[in-house]
């Protein structure tokens, strides 16, 4: 087969199938392609509705697929999706980084597209026609953006950057003026949760968080608000009942993007290494991330004003393509809350905000 080259072809199919912080690294690779052809038409095979609703606001894609890796499929429905994929006629497939290099190669073959660009992981991307390299100490953001350029795309964006809708801005500006906070007002975001599968081995305790938002609650003089999905109202429900000082709930109560736009009024968003954190950095919202067992020089958030708190032990980071090698998350454990506090110090003082000592 020739060498591809963007110009050769006219209907092209990404495939991302991980979830909202995936979606988040994969901006700067699809705003590249989008700009260098704006006249292709660009679909996006994705595997999360959280992240489909993300996407379908910043105009990079003409058409989003949702193929809901949450829901167990039979024999009979994944080959139904894959000839109703075949029916579409793609001429390229760009499989995102990090994506299972056997499935990936064998899915976008079977859909019968010409062109495949994948991450040779592991020698297995045997269907690929063209094999990128796959290098281990790479962030995934700069292994899309490999990808894209493989196929003579020029880089236009390195960093994620979203956009929030008018209506999601006026409906959370409304919510936020019923609870009596205004734009003079500190607002700090909370998120105790872990997305996904509720990956627990990312959680900081209930308890610390509580007593976080309580500590910088009186420094600050600021209103909590504490968000999550909804699998994440019971955490959320729980810390509040914890916290001394009224926080906001919005966990469970209100959308994805409307999550987004409550994130880029805070004035400081605080998190567990999740989706949401990736979220905090595309809005540009200075965030403090505490993380355990995750590799953030592969996954981790990019962007401006990123704090980071975690302990350096020995085996951290274990986490690897959905698994930890510890039993235990001593990595997490052992964050006290004066550490965390400290880092939310040194990020609003920068900010020169009033301080209630």
């Known amino acids: 087969m020739k060498e591809l080259r963007i110009e050769r072809v006219e209907k092209i199919l990404v ?87 056997f499935k990936g190669s064998l899915f976008t073959r079977l859909m019968g597209i010409p062109y495949r660009v994948g991450e040779n992981i592991d020698g297995v991307g045997f269907w690929y026609t063209v094999k990128v390299d796959y290098d281990s100490g790479m962030h995934e953001l700069d292994g899309a953006l490999q990808l894209v ?12 950057v979203l956009t929030v809708a008018k209506a999601d801005e006026v409906y959370v500006n409304r919510v936020l003026s019923e609870h009596g906070v205004q734009k003079t007002h500190v607002l700090i975001g909370i998120h105790p949760g872990s997305g996904y599968k509720e990956q627990r081995f990312k959680r900081w305790s209930k308890e610390k968080f509580a007593q976080l938002g309580d500590e910088i609650s009186k420094r600050y003089n600021a209103q909590i608000i504490l968000t999550g999905g909804p699998d994440e109202i019971d955490l959320v429900n729980d810390i509040a009942h914890r916290m001394q000082q009224r926080p906001i709930i919005a966990a469970g109560r209100m959308t994805i993007r409307q999550t987004t736009a409550i994130i880029k009024q805070c004035t400081l968003f605080i998190s567990n290494e999740s989706g949401l954190a990736h979220i905090a950095t595309a809005v540009e919202t200075p965030v403090v991330i505490i993380v355990g067992a995750t590799n953030l020089k592969k996954i981790g958030p990019r962007g401006k004003d990123i704090t980071i708190v975690r302990k350096k032990l020995a085996c951290s980071p274990c986490y690897d393509r959905g698994h930890v090698a510890c039993e235990g998350i001593d990595c997490m454990e052992s964050i006290t809350t004066e550490e965390v506090v400290a880092a939310v110090d040194k990020v609003l003082s920068v900010e020169k905000l009033p301080h209630v000592s």
């Open 15 to 101: 495939v991302m199938l991980g979830g909202i912080g995936d979606m988040i690294l994969l901006l700067p690779a699809l705003q590249s392609l989008r700009d260098h052809s704006p006249r292709k038409r660009i679909t996006l095979l994705i595997g999360e509705p959280n992240a489909e609703e993300i996407i379908k606001e910043q105009q990079l894609v003409d058409e989003v697929i949702l193929y809901d890796r949450r829901k167990r499929k039979s024999l009979f429905e994944i080959i139904r999706f894959l000839m109703n994929m075949r029916k579409k006629k793609f001429d390229c497939a760009i499989v995102a980084s990090g994506t299972h290099a």
């Open 149 to 160: 350029r493989a196929i003579g795309v020029a880089m236009t964006a390195h960093s994620p």
